[in-house]
């Protein structure tokens, strides 16, 4: 399937319910914006490395640039969003179900955001879409468990594995004998590095997900070679730019000082770490969240670097991360039934 911008433009004149999953999509982005993508910078902002605004156009220009190189080379992650549920009942009500999917997970994105708890679009994105296509379909038939496996591996591997580096990074850099201004300047491409990764899986998933609604819109769900355009890789990096500049220093302060207080080589360990487990599961294909990945390695540097951390915060992200498939799910599952009514 290939999608031009006129042709999309069209299509949007044709389908109101396209439309409006079009606008909630890109509201999921500007929440994605709030609440994941300011990970990646969360470390170069607390520790003086970047100023705030000037970390943001960064991310925004390295998000672009991942979504860019790496989904020329390889688009499995969207692919992967784009098949994890299959979706019947004609257009309008497959669009319906669609809109249901994005309306929960804004909400469950939005809460999680008002608490400064940083909170996985990826996931949230799965079982949401999830959800509404077991409210459609009437069965768990429509679920694509080959495809949900990928997710659930990523999940571990991401979570164990970013824990583990930023450990090992932590021990690393311990070693070495040089002054805060060494590790401030290292941490500029780290978090370059982590934003570009970020754009590589997160900006992929959305793909996936405009795609999948341009594909339902034209009856072609089943369809599973597609071109990502250009432009709409632009329109998501911009929308997760606005959104971490309108709220992404709620989630910065909770990662970067209330869980665990960081300097500038524990921040740079941290980079080091996240960019490396995103950049394997990356290349491997696996749609993972950078959300997990870096929390769970700045978790690692705090440990190994003796720094307190702060259960409670830390308890309440965890419970976050475990309460995102079925909430989302569910939620998913419960706006659709509504939005079905509606027809």
């Not at 309306?103 to 799965?126: D, K, N, R």
């Not at 509404?132 to 164990?160: H, M, P, Y």
């Not at 070495?176 to 290292?186: E, Q």
């Not at 370059?192 to 072609?220: E, T």
Request: aromatic letters at 8%; one cysteine or more; hydrophobic letters at 55%.
């Amino acid at each position: 399937m290939h999608l031009s911008f006129l042709s999309y433009l069209a299509e949007l004149s044709r389908s109101p319910a396209l439309t409006l999953v079009t606008l909630l999509t890109m509201s999921v982005v500007l929440v994605n914006g709030w609440t994941d993508a300011p990970n990646a910078i969360a470390g170069a902002v607390v520790t003086g490395a970047l100023p705030f605004r000037r970390a943001v156009l960064m991310a925004a220009l390295c998000n672009f640039l991942g979504v860019l190189c790496v989904t020329s080379v390889n688009a499995s992650v969207a692919e992967t969003i784009y098949s994890i549920a299959s979706f019947h009942g004609g257009p309008k009500a497959a669009l319906t179900a669609l809109c249901a999917a994005m309306c929960a997970i804004v909400l469950w994105a939005a809460g999680a955001w008002y608490f400064g708890i940083p909170t996985s679009e990826g996931h949230a994105l799965v079982a949401g879409i999830s959800g509404a296509a077991i409210a459609l379909e009437g069965s768990f038939s429509c679920i694509r468990l080959d495809q949900w496996g990928k997710v659930l591996l990523g999940l571990v591997l991401s979570t164990l594995a970013g824990c583990w580096a930023g450990w090992k990074s932590q021990r690393l850099f311990a070693r070495i004998s040089a002054s805060p201004r060494f590790f401030r300047l290292l941490q500029l491409p780290g978090a370059a590095g982590a934003a570009f990764l970020h754009g590589a899986q997160d900006g992929q998933k959305f793909l996936g997900v405009f795609l999948l609604g341009a594909a339902l819109a034209q009856g072609r769900a089943d369809e599973q070679t597609f071109v990502i355009p250009l432009w709409l890789m632009v329109l998501c990096a911009a929308g997760m730019a606005l959104g971490t500049l309108i709220g992404g220093r709620r989630i910065i302060d909770k990662v970067g000082r209330d869980m665990v207080s960081i300097g500038p080589r524990e921040g740079a360990a941290a980079d080091l770490a996240s960019s490396a487990c995103l950049l394997c599961a990356t290349l491997l294909g696996l749609p993972v969240s950078t959300t997990h990945t870096k929390t769970s390695a700045l978790l690692g540097v705090g440990w190994a670097g003796g720094k307190p951390v702060d259960r409670s915060v830390v308890g309440h992200i965890v419970l976050a991360w475990i309460l995102t498939f079925p909430g989302c799910m569910v939620l998913g599952y419960w706006c659709a039934k509504f939005f079905l009514t509606l027809l």
